[in-house]
């Protein structure tokens, strides 16, 4: 079921679709995070990005590696899941995963 007042684009998108929008989001979303690290790593000391990280030291070391590793393993488990069960719906995997991330309760104990 859909969180209340999101509507499921199944209703109204092919599955195929979807994931082919959301695969090209986030392979545009990836490949600019990428630029700006690689922005920040050559220029650290006049970097907008690379202050902010030096002052939240904690959201780059403690808590979104422990998201990532969250979402990763909630991903292997449910492709274990579906594996088992051949008949089991189709599931959006990079649906999936966003969802997961945006969680507020992945990644805690």
Known sequence: SSPAGVDDPGDACPNWLVDALMKRVI???FS????????VASSPATS?????MAANPQIYNEWLPTKIAA???????SARLVAAAPAAPERRWTSSLLRCF???SAGKA
């Not at 907008?48 to 902010?52: E, I, K, R």
């Not at 979402?71 to 488990?77: D, F, L, P, V």
């Open 32 to 39: 600019a995070l990428g630029d700006k690290a690689a922005a």
């Open 102 to 104: 945006a969680s507020p």
């Open 48 to 52: 907008p990005h690379a202050a902010c």
């Open 27 to 29: 392979a545009r979303l």
């Open 71 to 77: 979402c990763e393993a909630s991903h292997r488990a």
